[in-house]
T-cell receptor, first 115, second 114 residues
């Protein structure tokens, strides 16, 4: 158990809809990362938050947004969903920057299916 | 930008035989390199990392990796593979700068046959 919790584990929805994925990082971890895993794109970095502030942005679509709340949990919002958004979405967390040696702790993922 | 490449999509070995999963890297400066493993329907699990020091890094589940600066490689190895080692393996590199995010290779599927 990594200590990172993601909900829901599975989600099936229709094109054009909006969903929210939730992540609770390991206790004490300030950084949260979101990754998308699909068969054709592999594991793609989406976005990172550190202590509530956006830290880095990757290949995140404009239809997607995220935030990190004061209690450090994070949400990834996916809107105007398309078939191609079907993927496994991972959240990972890591310690504060000063003591960070790079290891990320991953949740079990949220599998999104868009029909 | 920092990047890693995993040249093999699949590796098949017999149980008890040595296992090697290849990774090459391209970085500016000193690399921070990692190996992760993903079992079916699970998240990624950290195996080991190289930051500095000894070129042979030991990790979880009997895995080790050899950092080779001249060949820009960071191959994952296990002397005697188990059927339970069958999984998807990712090599990763930490980006320079303040964001600390990891960039992952495409992954290598390892199948260990009994």
């Amino acid at each position: 158990d990594s200590g990172v919790t993601q909900t829901p584990k599975h989600l099936i929805t229709a094109t054009g809809q909006r969903v929210t994925l939730r992540c609770s990082p390991r206790s004490g971890d300030l950084s949260v990362y979101w990754y998308q895993q699909s068969l054709d794109q592999g594991l793609q970095f989406l976005i990172q938050y550190y202590n509530g502030e956006e830290r880095a942005k990757g290949n995140i679509l404009e239809r997607f947004s995220a935030q990190q709340f004061p209690d450090l949990h994070s949400e990834l919002n996916l809107s105007s969903l398309e078939l191609g958004d079907s993927a496994l979405y991972f959240c990972a967390s890591s310690a504060g920057l000063a003591e960070n040696t790079g290891e990320l702790f991953f949740g079990e993922g949220s599998r999104l299916t868009v029909l | 930008a920092q990047s890693v490449a995993q040249p093999e999509d699949q590796v098949n070995v017999a149980e008890g035989n040595p296992l090697t999963v290849k990774c090459t890297y391209s970085v500016s400066g000193n690399p921070y390199l990692f190996w992760y493993v993903q079992y079916p329907n699970r998240g990624l699990q950290f195996l080991l990392k190289y930051i500095t020091g000894d070129n042979l890094v030991k990790g979880s589940y009997g895995f080790e990796a050899e950092f080779n600066k001249s060949q820009t490689s960071f191959h994952l190895k296990k002397p005697s593979a188990l059927v339970s080692d069958s999984a998807l393996y990712f090599c990763a590199v930490r980006d320079i700068g303040a964001d600390y995010k990891l960039s992952f290779g495409a992954g290598t599927t390892v199948t260990v046959r009994a």
